[in-house]
């Protein structure tokens, strides 16, 4: 059914009546675009009664999506751009006495994710339903999200991301499907005519309440939903206490319950910050398994064909509860076996890895375990020693045991679980798929060799390139002869056959600049920045961390830097240098880079010798929202991880198809971009990952310092800084001498140079703009592959066996 702007204002004006006894006039902003919101939560309500009939009726397979993180961004003009009523809606606000576009700029980002992991589940979600496969994705409904960044003297302050007062509206609670997650007390077993009977005494209740998002495709009536679970006590105050007086105590079963879905990752450096980690994953595990158990039951009226009928893919290991849950509910609620509750689970649950880093590879302490999770913790040193079995029969060698056991020096490793337990393990791109097979579950993948598969990343390209680029969107749809390239990404790469037509590219030239202005604007509107348009837009916008290299980033800054010292009057192409990125709250390495960063741009930004040359912004709170703006805007797109650590990366893929040319290494998904662009259409430098793998052996930074002027000279800014005073010896130290471990161990050093190097090719090539547009549109002619619809298509076919909309 279609809407006209005239149904839309009415349907508007009675949500405002009904829900805020206000009419248009009266209304605030956030009233109406809470009434907005509603008007199409309700659309899509209708939809979704519809869509779970029809698979009901059909009985197919469910894919149940899990992630800690859902980074959702703005859903209002998302929602109305797949509904097909964006220009109604747009129209519907105006004529209501509304500016559409402040409106619609102060829905809040749903703050549930911190980076790639959360942006890619969303992708994820709109593609499984625009592919019209029935899906659900799971997370906690975070209260305060990851945080708010404000810069403050030039370093990172975490302040609360309150999302729910305006991006609440979306949310539609079903108290009626609360779950109860148990924690702590004891565990009683005994047998009963040959069946195991389990009694769980003394644990403490907490409720799950689900909240679902209802999630439109493009140009389809079928809806998915994320379900985001809400901590909640069974009893808001223990009555005796507070009549005692003793009203903090009173509360304490309340505030223990509430921190489970308060925050996003907690700080776990300390043993306190473990257990309420520990707690939310198994909270957002059990809540999750036993809705879909129970939904299953009604459907269907038994378990036993549960994994004919559902897939549970969990994304990193946060959710790897999921396997001893599942096993649990099968046993101790339906009564089966080992052999069968493992069989269904083994055939029902996928991993995806998303990182190769050591630390991210989760291992908790045994002790949290025991005392937390009873009875997930006999499943698992169950599970634990079934496997360790396994390994023993296939190796027979006690170093492959270590390697692969889930249970072993206190410690439970994650990982190794979920390879345990899953039907299938992914990495996320080629290289990264390859790291996993040959070096970090190497023996695994020895031992299972069909478990172990690829698919790589992709990312939303409606939401990336269409909706927030209507400019370009615009030139695609006049050369390609239409919108086929909405559900059939790989139609992008007729643009191929004009990438050296004069006309496309100056129209290209036209929309990218014209891009830029409108960001240079807003970013004038909300930091109070000035950027030189006419400067070339070089971006880095990542979360923060020393793999990604922001730092190598400054250190050939700070070089060009030092050569218009040098030389003021040095023939120059002006360059503006954009950072966004937020650092973990107690990645205090991290931190201080963001510091490093804003401290340079006060220098450079207030030396006469760089006006119109040489500029350096951090942008502040970076989110979605803000890379919606930035991604059209930039040129360079700085894509710099150490080889062999980025798992994938999607911010390259965004930026790709936004016509930005890449400066980086082959690392990730950036193999795979090189694969479709070759050398011609990108700036590549730096070590391999093999190469980095055997130079780590004998690298020793000091060398490079001590014979390479530019390199000494650069570094030694670090140490003596900047106009305000402030030293970054630490990081000088860091780079040349270690702490704790290996000297400059992402190796920048070593590939400062090289990268020098590309970005004054990047520089050169710019000078020729014919040149640079017909790469740009090379770019985005090449970028289908990358599109979120290809990667869920693949899930598809050789992970989840499910059907979907061609």
């Known amino acids: 059914m279609t809407y006209s702007t005239q149904q839309l204002k009415d349907a508007i004006v009675r949500k405002l009546r009904i829900n805020y006894g206000c009419n248009a006039q009266q209304a605030s902003d956030g009233e109406m675009l809470k009434a907005c919101a509603l008007v199409l939560r309700d659309i899509m309500a209708e939809h979704a009664a519809d869509t779970r009939q029809s698979n009901l009726q059909q009985g197919r397979r469910k894919v149940h999506y899990l992630s800690l993180e859902f980074l959702m961004g703005r859903s209002l003009m998302k929602n109305a751009f797949n509904l097909g009523l964006g220009e109604a809606l747009f129209r519907a606000v105006e004529e209501l006495g509304f500016r559409p576009g402040d409106l619609f700029d102060m829905e809040p980002d749903a703050g549930l994710g911190n980076g790639g992991l959360g942006r890619l589940a969303a992708c994820y979600l709109d593609s499984l339903t625009t592919l019209e496969i029935p899906a659900a994705g799971y997370s906690i409904c975070y209260e305060l999200g990851i945080f708010r960044q404000k810069i403050v003297e030039g370093q990172q302050v975490e302040l609360p991301d309150d999302w729910k007062d305006l991006g609440g509206a979306w949310l539609l609670p079903r108290p009626q499907e609360t779950e109860e997650v148990r924690f702590g007390g004891t565990v009683r077993t005994y047998w009963d005519n040959g069946h195991l009977m389990v009694l769980h005494e003394d644990y403490t209740r907490v409720l799950a309440v689900p909240n679902d998002m209802v999630v439109a495709g493009y140009d389809t009536d079928h809806v998915n939903t994320l379900r985001l679970w809400e901590a909640k006590s069974p009893q808001s105050v223990d009555m005796k206490l507070f009549n005692q007086g003793e009203y903090l105590k009173a509360a304490q079963e309340r505030t223990m319950a509430d921190a489970i879905s308060k925050i996003l990752y907690p700080e776990d450096n300390h043993y306190e910050g473990k257990s309420l980690r520990l707690r939310q994953q198994y909270f957002f595990v059990s809540a999750t398994v036993q809705s ?270 030092q050569q218009l010292q040098d030389d003021p009057d040095m023939d120059f192409t002006p360059h503006t240098f954009l950072f966004g990125a937020k650092a973990a709250p107690g990645y205090g390495v991290a931190k201080r880079i963001i510091q490093l960063i804003n401290s340079l741009s006060r220098q450079i930004n207030s030396d006469p010798i760089c006006k119109d040359k040489l500029q350096v912004v951090f942008l502040e709170n970076y989110r979605v929202s803000l890379a919606e703006m930035l991604m059209p805007a930039s040129e360079v797109s700085q894509q710099i991880s150490t080889a062999g650590k980025e798992a994938s990366g999607t911010g390259n893929m965004k930026f790709m198809m936004n016509g930005a040319l890449t400066v980086g290494t082959l690392d990730g998904a950036n193999v795979e971009m090189h694969q479709v662009l070759g050398d011609e259409n990108m700036f590549l430098f730096g070590l391999r990952a093999d190469e980095v793998a055997r130079l780590r052996q004998s690298y020793d930074p000091r060398l490079l310092y001590e014979r390479d002027p530019m390199l000494s000279r650069c570094l030694d800014m670090l140490k003596t800084g900047f106009g305000d005073g402030i030293s970054y010896d630490d990081l000088f130290r860091r780079l040349l001498f270690g702490e704790g471990g290996m000297a400059d161990q992402y190796m920048l050093l070593a590939d400062l140079p090289s990268y020098a190097a590309a970005e004054q090719r990047m520089v050169d090539t710019y000078a020729n703009r014919a040149a640079w547009n017909a790469m740009s549109l090379r770019n985005i002619a090449r970028s289908g592959v990358f599109a979120a619809d290809r990667a869920v298509a693949e899930y598809a076919d050789t992970i989840w066996h499910v059907p979907y909309k061609k």
């Open 292 to 561: 879909i158990t129970r939904q299953h039951i009604q459907a269907f009226g038994t378990l036993s064909n549960f994994h004919e009928k559902n897939v549970i893919q969990i994304n990193d290991t946060h959710p790897a509860l999921v396997i001893p849950e599942l096993m649990r509910i099968l046993m101790d609620d339906a009564g089966m076996s080992w052999d069968e509750a493992w069989h269904i689970t083994t055939h029902s649950v996928a991993y995806t890895n998303h990182t190769v880093l050591a630390e991210a590879l989760e291992c908790w302490p045994q002790q949290l375990f025991e005392r937390l999770l009873p009875r997930v913790w006999q499943i698992l040193t169950e599970i634990a020693h079934r496997w360790q079995a396994k390994v023993e029969d296939f190796y027979h060698d006690p170093h492959k045991t270590e390697r692969l056991a889930i249970i072993w020096d206190g410690g439970v490793r994650m990982a190794n679980l979920c390879i345990a337990g899953g039907m299938a393990v992914n990495g996320v791109s080629a290289l990264h798929s390859d790291i996993l097979r040959h070096d970090v579950f190497r023996e695994a993948a020895e031992m299972e060799p069909e478990k172990f598969k690829n698919v790589t990343n992709g990312v939303d390209h409606r939401r990336w390139l269409a909706q927030v680029n209507p400019g370009l969107d615009g030139l695609i749809r006049d050369l390609t002869g239409g919108d086929d390239y909405l559900r059939h990404p790989e139609a992008l790469r007729k643009l191929d056959d004009f990438a050296d037509d004069a006309a496309a590219q100056q129209r290209l030239e036209e929309i990218k600049r014209e891009n830029k202005r409108r960001f240079a604007s807003w970013a004038k509107r909300q930091q109070g920045v000035v950027l030189n348009t006419d400067a070339i837009f070089d971006v880095q916008v990542k979360r923060l961390h020393e793999y990604k290299r922001q730092l190598l980033n400054v250190l050939h800054i700070i070089c060009l830097y």
